[in-house]
């Protein structure tokens, strides 16, 4: 997986067990895929996941981690890498936008992304396979990178894995879930709430003001390969200054939350917060409790996390200068699950569990 902030690695395990004591679910919605690390981890366990977020990043790294299926995929995926790892590279657009204007990858790496990338392009691959290997780039790049995981900077120094070479590998591509075909979707969140159906639904939404397509533009750029023009010393996507998600608005989003999970089609929701976010734990806890017309019935586990480590590292200017101090190390992270009341009895055994499980979150 790339690196990611907020990535839910450590919360996985109690996502899934939230999920199977709570309901005989069979189908799981993820309206905020991100990564895909929860939908991957769901259809490990069986389940049938419908994927979805805006990003077409994220809704590539979905569509090969929960909508394609390793018997359908592996073995063309496996010639391909072979292909791709012996292509030499040709400058082009990702080498001049992010090599040269910026310097996010070192130039000979930055070569090859541009001609694996083009390559990809002329292919017209099945959609699934073309995911898995875009994927596969993309993974690749991120192993190359010189971040500290975001991309609204690159570092003053390059990083020691900069100078490694570009080496695609085939990614961890699962066979079809017990219960059917996984789906993935690029749509607006409140889009795929009214048209996507299961049992559980899990909601891992942004709750502060960073944009997860700020934060992940190259991924973006290079998913889409459309060659937009840039801005700033990041060289973002100009399209970051309009296609901007409500959910990153302190006044528009408790209207927002709640109108999205009232739109939610599923009668089990699993809810990651922090609070960092902008709601506080009561605030989410009394909006979770009033669905259902008042029969929703709230758990809440709480957990303490490292911060990510750019925040760790302090603050800094465009020169490279120290310019502020990191407030706090360290954050809370919020699970709630919300039930009907007539399901609210089964979780009994979970949450009796989580409260012991400290381990869970180290």
Known sequence: MIKYIGSKRTLVP????????????????????????????????????????HNAYAATLARCYVEADAEEVLADAAKLVREFNAIKGVPGYFTE?????????????????????ETIATKGLPPDLEAVMLVSLMEATDRVDSTTGLQ????????????????????????????????????DAFEAASLLEGDVAYIDPPYNQHSYLGNYHVWE?????????????????????????????????ADAMKR???????????VSFSNEGYLSREEMESMLAGLWGGAGRVTTIESDFKRYVGAQIGIYNPRGEKVGKVSHLRNKEYLYVVARQCLAERLTPFTTRAAQSVGLFE
């Open 152 to 187: 609204m900077a690159y570092l003053k120094s390059w990083a020691p894995r900069s100078h490694n070479d570009l080496e695609l590998r085939v990614p961890d591509v699962l066979p079809r879930a017990t219960h059917g075909k996984g789906r993935a979707t690029c749509l």
């Open 260 to 270: 999205l999970l009232e739109s939610v089609r599923a009668p089990v929701l699993v």
């Open 14 to 53: 109690l996502v899934i067990e939230a999920a199977r004591c709570s309901s005989d679910a069979r189908t799981v919605i993820d309206l905020f895929s991100g990564t895909s690390r929860v939908g991957h981890a769901f259809k490990r366990a069986g389940y049938r996941v419908l994927s979805n977020d």
């Open 97 to 117: 936008t992010f090599c040269a204007q910026s310097r996010f990858f070192q130039p000979k790496n930055g070569a090859r992304v541009d001609a694996i990338r």
């Open 221 to 253: 750029s290079l998913v889409r390969w459309d060659k937009p023009e840039v801005y700033g010393v990041a060289c973002k996507r100009v399209d970051v200054r309009q296609r901007q998600s409500v959910f990153n608005s302190r006044p528009k989003f």
